[in-house]
């Protein structure tokens, strides 16, 4: 009988231990991404005029979308995932809200690019914000599958703090 009981204190002791999962703002900021077109803007200017920037700006915006889709394709895992990350690393948070999420591509190789990511963290007593900066990720994972959500969670994960300058 008693260690039934030891048994079953141990169990009861290990569930309350376990960090409840902050509620996840499902609402996804506007995906921005700075890299090609901003750079190829000024250069299609001697071919197209004025012109020339605003088609260097519309690529960056659909890249952006791009990324953005891929996000909103595997949002439900990504949400599930990042709410786990952010009970392990911030058990007082109960909500959380990704307030930002600008990509842009890494210099000196615009295959890859990085994110920076504001949250906003929300427990009973207290409200902060917090400026992550993610690995950088393949550009083209980044918009067919769930690559910038597994960045993200590892940014939150390795607590990677955005720094002064993000170039």
């Given at each position: 009988?008693?260690?039934?009981?030891?048994?079953?204190?141990?169990?009861?002791?290990?569930?309350?231990?376990?960090?409840q999962a902050p509620?996840?703002?499902?609402?996804?900021?506007?995906?921005?991404?700075?890299?090609?077109?901003a750079a190829a803007g000024p250069?299609?200017?001697?071919?197209?005029?004025?012109?020339?920037?605003?088609?260097?700006?519309?690529?960056?915006?659909?890249?952006?979308?791009?990324?953005?889709?891929?996000?909103?394709?595997?949002?439900?895992?990504?949400?599930?995932?990042?709410?786990?990350?952010?009970?392990?690393?911030?058990?007082?948070?109960?909500?959380?809200?990704?307030?930002?999420?600008?990509?842009?591509?890494?210099?000196?190789?615009?295959?890859?690019?990085?994110?920076?990511?504001?949250?906003?963290?929300?427990?009973?007593?207290?409200?902060?914000?917090?400026?992550?900066?993610?690995?950088?990720?393949?550009?083209?994972?980044?918009?067919?599958?769930?690559?910038?959500?597994?960045?993200?969670?590892?940014?939150?994960?390795?607590?990677?703090?955005?720094?002064?300058?993000?170039?």
């Amino acid at each position: 009988m008693k260690p039934l009981i030891f048994v079953m204190l141990v169990l009861l002791s290990a569930c309350s231990s376990v960090p409840q999962a902050p509620m996840v703002n499902s609402e996804l900021p506007k995906v921005t991404y700075k890299g090609r077109g901003a750079a190829a803007g000024p250069m299609l200017v001697g071919a197209m005029g004025p012109v020339g920037i605003a088609v260097g700006f519309a690529i960056d915006e659909g890249i952006a979308k791009e990324i953005g889709s891929a996000l909103k394709e595997s949002q439900v895992q990504g949400e599930k995932e990042l709410a786990n990350v952010i009970a392990e690393q911030f058990p007082e948070a109960s909500s959380v809200k990704m307030l930002s999420l600008d990509f842009k591509a890494q210099r000196g190789n615009d295959d890859f690019a990085f994110a920076t990511v504001e949250l906003r963290f929300r427990s009973k007593e207290d409200e902060w914000q917090l400026c992550l900066q993610t690995n950088p990720g393949d550009l083209s994972a980044l918009k067919e599958a769930s690559l910038g959500w597994s960045l993200i969670v590892e940014s939150i994960s390795a607590n990677r703090v955005c720094k002064e300058s993000q170039d």
